[in-house]
């Protein structure tokens, strides 16, 4: 006990003996402070201090020139009770996620299932395949899908020499013009099919095996044995692609020329966030909107942790 408070420098300690404790503590830590530093100083001057900044701006009116003026929950109220494009934002994104999540998730598991069976030359698929999800979410894709969905696109083109049919333009319908996005969004599964890939590779082969020959058919052994083994994964990969759903900017602002158009039918919620900050720069109200995403993503979040007792199966 009397080195162990030396060592600390507690009461029971000679004098001199708190700087040398502070010397070795350092000399065992410091180099990993070091390290870490770099993203310390990105965690707290560019995560924690803005996300900070912007709470307090939620509660105030403020378009960047004048000083920030307190309202109070004038803001969060306005948002609740008077704003009608909250709404239509609201539905676009909800139902863009209800759609995209799962059908990105099952295309994903699908192509992993092909893989899985084996296939020369998988690597380099493998790569073609994750190469949409890198760049699905730049400028230059959603500039392309613009022009595959446009009146005179590539794909009313198809539509017209292979079966006759003249297609609308797709982006300037407002029936149709989520559509695009949702398809956009999923062809994008190579991030999750990786995923799925790696945790179809962990299922013991023994397990099928034994299983044809108690003369299970292919669709009994993927729902009584590949369904309930990968739900860690699939729990995974649906929490992130939610988040990242709830978050999609780029494809609806590039598509929509900014609009949200037509008819707010591409009005995502980062969408307007952005419209009200930087169309209107009111940078108060813009905040309460990102605080309400937040909460709305940590709600879900919560509610897929506390639900995944009931359907996520691990070791047991």
């Known amino acids: 006990m009397q080195s162990v408070a030396t060592d600390l420098g507690g009461a029971n300690a000679p004098a001199g003996a708190v700087p040398g404790a502070a010397r070795r503590a350092w000399a065992r830590n410091g180099p990993a402070y070091l390290f870490l530093l770099p993203w310390l100083i990105g965690f707290f001057g560019l995560t924690l201090g803005p996300a900070l900044a912007s709470l307090y701006l939620s509660f105030t009116n403020y378009d960047l020139i004048r000083s920030p003026d307190w309202v109070g929950a004038a803001n969060y109220v306005r948002i609740a009770t008077a704003d009608p494009k909250f709404a239509a934002a609201m539905k676009v994104t909800f139902l863009y996620v209800v759609l995209s999540v799962p059908l990105k998730l099952a295309f994903a598991l699908l192509v992993a299932m092909a893989f899985n069976r084996g296939l020369k030359g998988l690597p380099v698929y493998r790569a073609i395949f994750y190469l949409p999800s890198l760049l699905g979410a730049s400028v230059a894709i959603a500039v392309l899908w613009r022009q595959l969905f446009a009146s005179d ?25 989520l559509y695009t996005l949702v398809i956009l969004s999923v062809w994008q599964f190579g991030s999750p099919m990786i995923i799925f890939l790696a945790g179809l590779r962990q299922i013991p082969t023994d397990m099928y095996e034994a299983a044809e020959i108690d003369g299970a058919s292919k669709a009994r052994q993927f729902w009584k044995i590949t369904l309930p083994l990968l739900t860690p994964v699939i729990f995974f990969n649906a929490v992130i692609q939610t988040i990242d759903a709830f978050k999609a900017f780029t494809p609806a602002f590039i598509i929509s020329e900014g609009t949200g158009g037509p008819i707010n039918s591409t009005l995502f919620y980062t969408l307007y966030l ?43």
Request: net charge negative; charged share 10%; no cysteine.
């Open 153 to 177: 696109g590539l794909v009313n083109m198809v539509l017209w020499q292979l079966f006759g049919i003249e297609g609308p333009s797709w982006i300037s319908n407002p029936n149709y013009s």
């Open 274 to 316: 952005y419209q009200e900050a930087f169309g209107f720069f009111r940078m108060g109200y813009a905040s309460a909107l990102a605080w309400i995403l937040v909460v709305i993503i940590a709600a879900f979040t919560a509610f897929s942790f506390l639900s995944a007792k009931y359907w996520v199966h691990y070791d047991d």
